[in-house]
C-alpha cells in the first residue's frame, strides 16, 4: 500500500528529501500526516496544488490527510525563501483569510467523511491562543538552542545579508518554534507522525521532528518528515504567474477560462513534467501521452490532457468543457452563432485585454461604413486610407467572416445584440461594444 504510495510520488517528482524511516513507517500501517497553509491570502493559488494533490494521494493510499491553517503562524509570517519582513495581518484580514482557505481545501478533501483515515482540517490559532509567552518560553523555547535554529538555511540567508535580505526579527524568528509545536500538538493529540510540505520548508519540518522529540522524553517517539520540490518552469520564469498576477484556486479571483488556458499554453518541456505532477493519470497512460506528443507535437496533446484534468479536478467537468467550447469557438466555423451560446462573461474573458470601443445603437439601426467603423467611429486604425487599404487587402474580418469596402456594419452583425468583433489579419482583434 504505502510503498506504492512513496514509488508513485517518486517516479512523478513530488519527492525532494524524505526522512530515514519514513518510507518503513508508510509501508507499516496507516499514517496520519499534516501540511500547513498560511492564509497570507483568501484562497490558494496554483503554487498551493502541489501539497494538496500531495494530501489527496496520501489519502488515496489508505492514510489519513490533516489539512493545517495557520491562524496562529500566520500572524507571524513565515521567513522560509523570504528576503524582508512580511507585513502583519491584523485579525479581521487573518480570519477572512482562513475562511476562505478552509473552503478551497474543503474542495478537495472531504472533512465530513465517515472513513477510517478521513481527512481533518485544523487551525493552529485553537491551541496557541491560550498560550502564554513565558509557558511558551518555558516549555517550547527550552528544547530547542538557538545554535540549531540559527543553522536552518532559511535563517542563515537573512542574517548573512543574502539575496539583499534585511535581517530578521525575533518575531519571524520564533516562527520555526511554533510551526515544531504543531507537530508536537498534532503527534500528542492525533497520532500524527509525518510532517510534509515544499522542500523551502525542510528546516521548519525538521525542527518540528525534533521538537517532538525532545518534548515526549522516555517515549519511543517517531516523527518524521517528506518534502516535494518547489515547482519551476523550464525557461526560469516563476512558476504559477500570469502577466495578470497569479493564478488562484478560486474562479471568482481566476476565471475557469484563464485558468484552463494557463495549462492549455505551458510549454512541451513542462507539459511533460506537469502532467505528472499536477494529475493523477496512472503512468501508463501519462507515458502513452509523452510518446503520443512527441510524434506529433503540433497536436499539444500533453497540454490539452493537462488543462483537462487539473481544470476538472479544481473546478468541474462542466467548467472545463465550458472553457473548452470558448477556446474552441474562436477557431469554429460557424463563430457567429456559436460564440452566441457563451454567457457575458465568459465572453469577455476570452477576449481580454482586446482593444473595445463604444458605438450608439441607432448608428447600428441607420448602418455604418466599414471605413468609419475601423477609423473615424472607433480609432482603431489611425486613418481612413489605412481602414480602405487594409480593406482592399482583404485583411478585415467582421465576426471571422471577410468583408470589402463596401460593407456595411448593421444591428444583424450584433453578438447578443451588444457586440462585434473585428479582426485585421491574425493577430488584430478589436471589439465594438453597443450603448
Known amino acids: 500500500m504505502a510503498n506504492a504510495f512513496v514509488e508513485d510520488l517518486r517516479w512523478r517528482g513530488m519527492i525532494h528529501d524524505i526522512m530515514p524511516g519514513t518510507e518503513e513507517q508508510l509501508s507499516k500501517e496507516m499514517t496520519t500526516a499534516y501540511i500547513g497553509f498560511d492564509p497570507t491570502s483568501d484562497s490558494l493559488h496554483i503554487g498551493s496544488l502541489v501539497p494538496i494533490i500531495l494530501l489527496v494521494h496520501l489519502e488515496k493510499a489508505g492514510h489519513k490527510p490533516i489539512a493545517l491553517v495557520g491562524g496562529a503562524t500566520g500572524m507571524i509570517g513565515d521567513p522560509s525563501g523570504k528576503s524582508d519582513e512580511r507585513n502583519l495581518l491584523d485579525e479581521a484580514t487573518l480570519e477572512k483569510n482562513v475562511a476562505g482557505i478552509k473552503a478551497v481545501l474543503s474542495r478537495f478533501l472531504n472533512f465530513n467523511s465517515e472513513a477510517k ?60 518554534l511554533i510551526q515544531g509545536y504543531d507537530f508536537y500538538h498534532l503527534y500528542k493529540n492525533y497520532n500524527c507522525l509525518l510532517q510534509m510540505g515544499g522542500s523551502d520548508q525542510w528546516g521548519n519540518i525538521t525542527t518540528g521532528t525534533e521538537l517532538v522529540r525532545r518534548m515526549s522524553p522516555g517515549e519511543e517517539t517517531k516523527a518524521y518528515a517528506m518534502t516535494c520540490p518547489l515547482i519551476t518552469k523550464a525557461d526560469g520564469s516563476k512558476f504559477g504567474k500570469s502577466e495578470g498576477g497569479n493564478i488562484w484556486l478560486d474562479a471568482n479571483k481566476t476565471s475557469v477560462y484563464k485558468f484552463y488556458q494557463f495549462w492549455l499554453n505551458t510549454s512541451d518541456d513542462d507539459a511533460e513534467k506537469y502532467i505528472k505532477i499536477f494529475t493523477f493519470l496512472d503512468k501508463d497512460t501519462i507515458e502513452a501521452l509523452i510518446n503520443a506528443h512527441q510524434e506529433a ?6 497540454q490539452k490532457r493537462l488543462a483537462q484534468e487539473v481544470t476538472t479536478f479544481v473546478h468541474s467537468t462542466a467548467d472545463f468543457e465550458n472553457a473548452e467550447k470558448a477556446s474552441q469557438i474562436l477557431f469554429s466555423k460557424s463563430f457567429k452563432s456559436d460564440i452566441e451560446t457563451l454567457d457575458e462573461a465568459t465572453f469577455l474573458e476570452v477576449f481580454e485585454g482586446v482593444p473595445q470601443a463604444e458605438i450608439a445603437k441607432d448608428k447600428f439601426n441607420q448602418g455604418i461604413d466599414m471605413i468609419a467603423a475601423l477609423a473615424a467611429e472607433t480609432k482603431f486604425l489611425a486613418s481612413n486610407s489605412e481602414a480602405r487599404r487594409a480593406l482592399k487587402e482583404n485583411a478585415i474580418s467582421v465576426n471571422k467572416q471577410k468583408v470589402s469596402e463596401t460593407y456595411t456594419l448593421s444591428a444583424n452583425d450584433l453578438i447578443n445584440n451588444k457586440y462585434v468583433i473585428i479582426n485585421k489579419g491574425k493577430k488584430n482583434t478589436y471589439i465594438i461594444k453597443v450603448v
Open 117 to 176: 483515515n478521513s481527512p481533518i482540517l485544523v487551525n493552529n490559532f485553537d491551541w496557541m491562543k491560550n498560550f502564554s509567552f513565558i509557558d511558551f518560553a518555558r516549555d517550547v523555547g527550552k528544547r530547542i538552542t538557538v545554535n540549531y535554529m540559527m543553522s536552518k538555511d532559511s535563517v542563515k540567508k537573512r542574517f548573512s545579508g543574502e539575496e539583499g535580505s534585511v535581517g530578521m526579527s525575533f518575531t519571524e524568528f520564533t516562527y520555526q
Open 297 to 302: 507535437p503540433h497536436l499539444r496533446l500533453l
